[in-house]
């Protein structure tokens, strides 16, 4: 920062994962309170068992080694344990603005993200105008929290509603802000509810989401209901309560700033190919997530390092 090269204006995020120290996995009954296990990664693992992501998620596979590293696998690739070091750099000269090691576990990298933003707002007095991500980052909760930090989502909307088949999907449909609800293709509404309630109803889900339901009537004699609902007597709809979010992403993905974001992401990856094949940074050293997050830290400064070597070759400005 000091040497100008951090602008500011746009951050990227994006998470890789690197193989831990780890023995073999264990599926049978653990005596926690056994003295030899009173290691710190194992302390770590308990006293994360307390976060209620993580108890939800409990491992089939487990290392007593490194218990909180996640056994995944590349696509084709034999299965490891490994952790994630997820990076958020300023796109303007690629630097690394902050580094958090995660189980390689696609919601803990996700919600890293929540954590390196607000620490880097926190140390640096820094908020970007638009953050960068792929596919990952795009589902409705993290785009409505970034739309709520005034954050451009400059992130491909996480989306499991296109039909593969000639049926119609949820974008054909019509949404009536005003009246809230949708229209069909044919002209028909679909609703949260059809009948008045005593007691008012929010219709959310435990997914966070509302069903919208057409009329059984509408869609039997409807004369495309065989592109509609061609094996359900009435078509439904699972609207986000963070539908609002994902709209504001899907309007910047139409951008030309949007797909200059798309290239700027490539700087991330690019770190993450000098990490591990220049660096060689492929097989962690430390055990526990604390000794992940020391290594992940150190690697990240030398290449921030090597940045301003690169950049500056007179070398940073001497302030003081």
Known sequence: MTAGL?????????????????????ASLINWGDPAL???????????????ALAETLPKRLSLTAPLASWTAAPGGPAFFAYSTNYLIDTEHGVILDVEATPAHRTAEVESIKTMVERVEERFAITPERLIG??????????????????????????KTERQNDTFSSNDFYWNEEV?????????????????????RSHVTKANTVIYRSSQADCTACPVKSRCCPNT???KIARSVHEAAREVARRIATTEAYQRSRCERKKVEMLFAHLKRILKVDRLRLRGLTGATDEFTLVAAVQNLRRIAKLLPQGPPITG
Request: net charge negative.
């Open 6 to 26: 951090v602008k500011g204006e746009g951050f990227a995020v994006n998470a890789s994962i690197i193989k831990a120290d780890a023995a073999g996995s264990v």
């Open 38 to 52: 009173s290691t710190r990664a194992v302390r770590e693992y308990l006293d994360a068992l307390d976060d209620e």
């Open 134 to 159: 792929d596919t990952a980052y795009g589902t409705a909760p993290m785009l409505a929290w970034m739309v709520e930090r005034d954050l451009e989502p400059h992130v491909p909307v996480w989306d």
């Open 233 to 235: 007597p009435m078509r």
């Open 180 to 200: 809230g609800e949708y229209r069909c293709p044919a002209g028909r509404p679909l609703r949260s509810e059809w009948r008045a309630f005593k007691r008012q």
